[in-house]
Each structure stands twice: as C-alpha cells, then as structure tokens.
C-alpha cells in the first residue's frame, strides 16, 4: 500500500505567488514527516521535518493528523525555488523511509 | 565532513550481465539505504543496511542484493541485467533511528 502521495506531478505558479505543494499520507503509527528537495543537476537534499517546526527558506510544513496531511507552503514563491520535491515518510522503526512521487514545482519569472 | 561517495557515477551494460554498485556513507552514519529512482516511479525503497545487517527489503526480484561492510560502506549488487533496470540508483546514509537521511549523487545505470 502506498503510504506518501503526491497528488500533483506538476506544479506552476507565478513568482511572488503563494505555493502549496500536497502530501497526505496513511501510517497506522506515529510516522515522521520530511520534505527533500532536488535543484537541478543537485543532490536530494533534505528541506525540512515536521519535528523541528521550523521555517527553512521560507517554506513550512505542519503535520495534519487529523487529515494525515504534510503540505509544504510558502507565501511567496522564489524562481530559485523551481525543483522537485518530495514528501517522505519514516516509521516506528525508522529504517525504512517512503518517499512519495514527487512534484516538479516551477515558478513562472 | 565529506558526503555521501557513490562510485561509479555512470555504468553501462547489457543485458544479462551483473553490476555491483558502491556507497561511502558520512563518517559516523551507520545506516545506509538504497533506492531505485525512475522518472515514472519516483524513489522506490531496495534495502536498508544497519551495522552489516539488513533490516529491511522493499520489493525488487532477489536479483537485486546488498551488503555492507564493517565501516559502514555498502554495495549493492544486481545481477543478470534487464532493460528495466535501468535507473539512477541511490544510496543514503543516516545516523539511524528517524534521522533524517543524507543522499549521495547516484549512480545512473543504464543497459542496453
């Protein structure tokens, strides 16, 4: 069973735009959440982890359980920010984590 | 401290052949996990290495294998090629537990 989706494989908005990018995920445990990002011709990095509540380049991410939910939102979009991100998921155990499709953001100049 | 080291960044072979595939984790990490990256399928999960033992498999044909090493460095090994498998393979390599994952470059394998 797929455990991290990506609803939207692409995504474009305009710069100065606000961007969402979607993450729901099902996890019958208490799952850590993460998002990584990947620049062009860049390594996977990761971006942030809900556990630390923090902003990181102006995006945030907060944990929804109630909707099992891990969007990433900034205000206002960046051209430095088109890249393909990925929501990830680590379980009880933490050896094993599950990474959703990707969306390929792209911020319109 | 110096990322994480896969080499060869580019292999190609044919069909039928084998490929081991090297990752150098950051010092210290003992976790290391490989993952099968294709554009239609995202990040699809091989195995994860802990201290030489593998804890866990994702669902890849016994074709594809791994091991690592008392130094925590890992291989991953797949053996008689298809076209299929062509793909960036990733290695990544955590301190354990939920921590979060460092990844290297890849290796792109490409068979023909």
């Known amino acids: 069973a797929q455990r991290v989706t990506q609803p939207e494989k692409l995504l474009s908005v305009f710069k100065g735009a606000p961007v969402e990018l979607k993450c729901n995920y099902s996890?019958?445990?208490?799952?850590?959440l993460f998002w990584y990002v990947q620049y062009s011709r860049q390594r996977l990095q990761l971006l942030l982890r809900?556990?630390s509540r923090e902003s990181i380049k102006g995006f945030t991410a907060d944990l929804n359980k109630g909707e099992t939910s891990f969007h990433l939102k900034k205000p206002f979009a960046q051209e430095e920010d088109s890249a393909m991100y990925y929501c990830?998921?680590?379980?009880?155990?933490?050896?094993?984590?599950?990474f959703g499709t990707g969306t390929s953001l792209t911020v319109i100049p | 401290k110096a990322g994480v080291t896969q080499t060869p960044r580019y292999l190609i072979k044919t069909r039928g052949q084998q490929v081991t595939l090297s990752c150098s984790p950051i010092?210290?990490?003992?976790?290391v996990s490989w993952y099968q990256q294709t554009p239609g399928q995202g990040l699809q999960f091989l195995f994860e290495y802990f201290s030489e033992t593998q804890r866990n498999k994702g669902n890849f044909p016994g074709r594809f294998s791994g091991r690592q090493f008392s130094n925590s460095r890992s291989e991953m090994n797949v053996s008689t090629l298809e076209l299929g498998d062509s793909a960036l393979y990733l290695c990544?390599?955590?301190?354990?537990?939920?921590?979060?994952?460092?990844f290297g470059d890849g290796t792109r394998l490409s068979i023909l």
């Open positions: 996890y019958s445990g208490s799952p850590e």
């Open positions: 809900h556990i």
């Open positions: 990830a998921l680590s379980g009880n155990t933490g050896n094993q984590f599950y």
């Open positions: 010092s210290g990490h003992r976790s």
């Open positions: 990544a390599s955590s301190l354990g537990g939920r921590q979060p994952q460092h």
